[in-house]
């Protein structure tokens, strides 16, 4: 109660001060409380004042204090002197009448905490003093070198067997934290995963086939970030993994393979491993179980199979001392057109039907061709359409009532020779209404109807 009662005296006076001197305020402040700067950088620490200088005294120091804890005073001042401490003469630069300080060229010893401590007097209220401080924290970032990867064990390792450390350190740098890439892709959350705190050591235990890749680390702080020039390789052995039986010949179905009679087949297998696999192909019969041969490649001659057998490839690894193996039945049957249907069924179109379709594109072209040349259809077409249309009701003629008609020069053309053909041009068929015997003489007319018949008379 009594301590309450104190401090509400104590800021009654200072509201009576205020009113009795006229000052707006009595107390100052720093803007932040935390500035962080860069190595060989230089920093301002601004103080702002809310009373009137002119009308008080004051007496101040500034100190230093290092993240161990040793405090040091740099700078000691009143309103028309001030002492700088002899180490730091040419370092830190105090600034009147505000009391603002300036250090030049900062390096990681400036790194702690800075604290203004001020006594104020006011000249018009005697013995009264008043006493304000503030403190702030600066922090030193220096920017970070390029990263160094190292590994352990540097040699390769085996899958399930193996643990693997990366580690990445910096020469310069501050509050420096890491990040891995594995193939440019982060590297995340795993259950295999072992991070220190900032992340600059990396355990992976155990190793597997998906470790595998170009490890990178990027250093980084908040000023800068450099990433490792050089990738660092991590070799897994694995394996075998995802074996499977293929042949390019036959026909397949399931792990069925059906070929024709004396057919010739080549089998392959593969597994993705590392190292490459050691392969043994085994033949499996309801009486015996033998080895055939050695490698990724079967040769099987199909007449000297007597009935359906069982083939059996196994891959093994000589360092992972793993192995697998697949097996498969192979079947001689006659496939005949079987096979021919099925392999036309997986093309949507047959080569057949494409040349069959040239052929007939081909075949019209030149028919038409052809006709164009021979008969010129168009010229036959336009003189039919130009003949009159006979009218039924008109009295029958027999073509010799006007004389007139009938004029022109008529020449007779004799076909010598062949009996069996004669060849007559489609303008003459398309002039005449009738024809000789085409065995003997072929004619054409020339019609040439005069201007008038008078004149025709008189000639």
């Known amino acids: 109660m009594e301590a309450r009662e104190a401090k509400g005296r104590m800021l009654l006076l200072v509201f009576l001060q205020v009113l009795l001197t006229d000052v707006s305020a009595i107390f100052m402040d720093i803007p932040w409380s935390v500035y962080p700067a860069i190595e060989g950088s230089s920093l301002l620490l ?18 230093h204090t290092t993240p161990d804890g040793i405090r040091t005073t740099l700078v000691t001042f009143t309103k028309d002197s001030a002492i700088t401490d002899m180490t730091h003469r040419d370092h830190v630069v ?10 030049r060229e900062l390096n990681l010893e400036d790194e702690g905490d800075y604290n203004l401590n001020l006594n104020i007097e006011f000249l018009n209220q005697s013995g009264q003093v008043f006493k304000e401080e503030t403190t702030v924290h600066v922090t030193v970032d220096v920017p970070v070198s390029t990263p160094l990867i190292k590994k352990t064990p540097s040699y390769s390792l085996v899958e399930d067997k193996a643990n693997v450390t990366w580690t990445c350190s910096v020469e310069r740098g501050t509050r420096v934290v890491f990040q891995w890439f594995r193939d440019s892709t982060p590297l995340g959350v795993s259950d295999r995963y072992r991070f220190s705190k900032d992340k600059s050591t990396l355990l992976i235990s155990p190793v597997k086939k998906e470790d595998k890749g170009s490890y990178r680390c990027e250093a980084k702080n908040p000023i800068s970030r450099e990433k490792s020039q050089t990738a660092v390789e991590l070799t897994v052995y694995y394996g075998p993994y995802n074996l499977e039986v293929n042949s390019d010949q036959g026909l397949r179905t399931g792990e069925v393979f059906t070929i024709n009679p004396g057919e010739l087949v080549f089998f392959h297998c593969r597994a993705d491993s590392n190292p490459p696999n050691s392969y043994v192909w085994i033949s499996k019969s309801a009486n015996a179980t033998q080895i055939i041969t050695e490698g990724p490649r079967l040769e099987v001659l199909s007449h000297r199979l007597a009935q359906a057998e069982n083939y059996l490839c196994r891959a093994f690894n000589n360092v992972t001392q793993k192995q697998d193996e697949t097996q498969f039945t192979l079947v001689v049957a006659s496939l005949g057109t079987g096979k021919k249907k099925y392999i036309q ?16 594109f081909v075949i019209g072209s030149m028919l038409l061709l052809f006709f164009r040349k021979g008969c010129h259809p168009k010229r036959v077409l336009m003189r039919i359409y130009k003949r009159p249309i006979s009218d039924p009701n008109r009295p029958h003629r027999s073509g010799h009532e006007d004389a007139s008609e009938d004029f022109g020069i008529y020449e007779f053309v004799t ?5 069996e053909s004669t060849h007559a041009s489609c303008r003459s068929l398309a002039r005449l209404e009738s024809t000789q015997d085409p065995n ?9 109807v005069p201007e008038s018949p008078g004149q025709s008379l008189l000639q």
């Open 46 to 63: 601004p103080v702002q004042t809310y009373f009137d200088l002119d009308g008080a005294d004051i007496q101040g120091t500034w100190s």
């Open 94 to 103: 105090f600034r009147e009448p505000n009391m603002t300080l300036l250090i």
């Open 345 to 360: 069924e997986e093309n949507s179109v047959s080569p057949l039907a494409v040349m069959a379709l040239c052929s007939l």
């Open 415 to 419: 076909t010598p020779g062949r009996r």
């Open 440 to 448: 003997t003489t072929i004619y054409d007319v020339i019609r040439h």
